[in-house]
């Protein structure tokens, strides 16, 4: 029988307004599927003590980064406090071609952008039950004053409704679940027609080689 080719990785951008729960149900995920990548984002702020190139950001010069923008290598960016952050596409592709799923963990606007760049890309919103929950989980953490909390909540709630830009909604209401639908997701795409169109010619092939 003949070899079935290495299939392209899929690229699967995630976001979901602050204590959605995307990094709880991320990590989780991660830790099942041994084949996923998730996307080291680049800056062009100076490294804070214990960073390192390559592993918490890729540290890049404004001109570099600004280079790169040009010429179509940054997937999305945005600027914050003077500085650009974003997410470089050449280690995206190059997983993604070694078969990999790589998986971005960015905001909206961002998701926007590479949704542009990379059509082929699956986004999933994760969304919090209520906001009566969102607010629960996020006073939970006692990290952060009243006002803090607040100005998170009223971003969400400009978040939310960009949901419907998304392909796939999942509800994170229990953890379990949430990742179970991440994973469904990810094996029904890599079922779609569009990403093995080669076989049915394939199958047919060994139909008559034998």
């Not at 999933?124 to 990290?143: A, D, H, N, Q, Y």
């Amino acid at each position: 029988m003949q070899k079935k080719s290495q299939e392209k990785g899929l690229l699967l951008v995630v976001s979901a307004p602050s204590g959605g729960g995307k990094g709880t149900i991320l990590q989780e995920l991660f830790r099942r599927d041994g084949n996923l990548r998730l996307s080291v984002s680049a800056t062009t702020r100076a490294p804070r003590p214990g960073e390192e190139h390559g592993k918490q950001y890729f540290f890049l010069g404004r001109e570099e980064f600004e280079g790169m923008i040009a010429a179509g290598d940054m997937l999305e960016h945005a600027q914050y406090v003077g500085n650009y952050y974003g997410t470089p596409r050449g280690p995206v592709e190059e997983w993604r071609g070694q078969g990999h799923d790589v998986v971005l963990e960015i905001e909206v606007q961002g998701g926007r952008q590479v949704k542009k760049l990379a059509p082929d890309c699956v986004s999933v919103f994760i969304l919090p039950p209520s906001m009566e929950v969102l607010e629960k989980r996020l006073r939970g953490r006692g990290t952060e004053p009243d006002e803090a909390v607040c100005r998170r909540l009223e971003t969400a709630r400009q978040e939310i409704p960009c949901a419907k830009g998304y392909d796939y909604i999942v509800y994170n209401d229990r953890l379990e679940d949430a990742v179970a639908d991440l994973e469904a997701i990810i094996r029904a795409e890599k079922r779609k027609y569009t990403r093995n169109s080669d076989c049915i010619e394939r199958v047919l092939e060994d139909a008559e080689a034998q």
